[in-house]
């Protein structure tokens, strides 16, 4: 009896402990959980932000669709003749080098083009300039020849004044239409217009002030 007794004064263990442990678990758990979750929402949002960033960016630099340049680059004359005072007139040679400029992420294909050129509004010469294409942000360079002849005095009366002064001025207009090709995807039409102005020095036989907008 002695023995049992001591055995039943000992305190018995709390019956709930295993109960206790397996809720503190489930809880950490469920913590765990939603923190995972909370990550995965952050990642998602992070990325759709990106992705959102890179379309913007892609929108405004690769598939937004600029104007070509068509330029004039440099010329110069050969086989200038004036005419006199009392004879106002004049006729040479033109070697130019013209340029396509092309900033976009597509080639640009264009037609046919004719340049005129004038003195005062008179036309003076005239190029044609075949079909091509310049390459997707690149510049397309060639040379042309382009012979420029004015011997109508009467319709041109500042012209004895403007070889008496030493400067002629001419200027070049174009439009050239083309299309771009978007990387091999989307086009579109596109034209663009050549107003070039130069300046033909009698004394040098040179052209000088070459400027085009």
Not at 29 to 48: D, G, H, M, P, Y
Not at 65 to 79: D, E, M, Q, Y
Not at 87 to 108: D, I, L, Q
Request: with cysteine.
């Amino acid at each position: 009896m002695g023995e049992k007794e001591q055995q039943l004064s000992y305190p018995m263990a709390p019956a709930n402990g295993h109960g206790r442990s397996d809720a503190e678990a489930g809880g950490a758990t469920r913590e765990l959980r939603k923190k995972n979750r909370t990550k995965c929402f952050l990642f998602i949002a992070l990325f759709v932000i990106f992705q959102i960033g890179v379309i913007t960016i892609f929108s405004v630099t690769v598939m937004k669709i600029r104007t070509p340049k068509f330029r004039i680059r440099s010329a110069h004359l050969t086989n200038f003749n004036a005419g006199t005072p009392a004879s106002p007139s004049f006729a040479g040679t033109v070697n130019a080098e013209f340029t396509v400029k092309n900033a976009n992420f597509g080639r640009y294909k264009y037609r046919n083009t004719t340049v005129d050129f004038f003195y005062r509004g008179t036309p003076v010469g005239q190029i044609f300039v075949r079909d091509s294409r310049a390459g997707w942000r690149s510049t397309k360079k060639f040379n042309v020849v382009v012979d420029l002849s004015l011997a109508n005095a009467q319709a041109n009366p500042q012209l004895a004044s403007d070889l008496n002064a030493g400067v002629v001025q001419i200027t070049s207009q174009a439009r050239m239409r083309g299309r771009v090709e978007l990387i091999f995807v989307m086009k579109k039409n596109k034209s663009t217009d050549m107003n070039c102005t130069m300046e033909i020095v009698t004394a040098s036989q040179q052209l000088r002030n070459i400027i085009c907008k």
